[in-house]
């Protein structure tokens, strides 16, 4: 009989997507406080809103000028 453990990749809509996250990609600072892709994602449904959207923003820039 195979070992029961914990399953460590879940699959989870996000705002960027589908992802499969790894749910231990993190590392907590204090009780409240951590920080890791996975937690982002898992916590608040997007790693780093503010640089993505800004990186979109310059991509679609650079299409409307460059085509």
Do not use: C, W
């Amino acid at each position: 009989m195979a070992s029961r453990r914990p399953i460590p990749f879940v699959l989870a809509s996000t705002n960027h997507g589908t992802f499969i996250v790894n749910r231990n990609d993190y590392r907590m600072v204090d009780a409240n406080r951590g920080y890791g892709v996975g937690y982002q994602l898992l916590n608040t449904s997007s790693f780093d809103q503010e640089e993505v959207s800004f990186v979109m923003a310059l991509l679609s820039l650079r299409r409307k000028y460059f085509g």
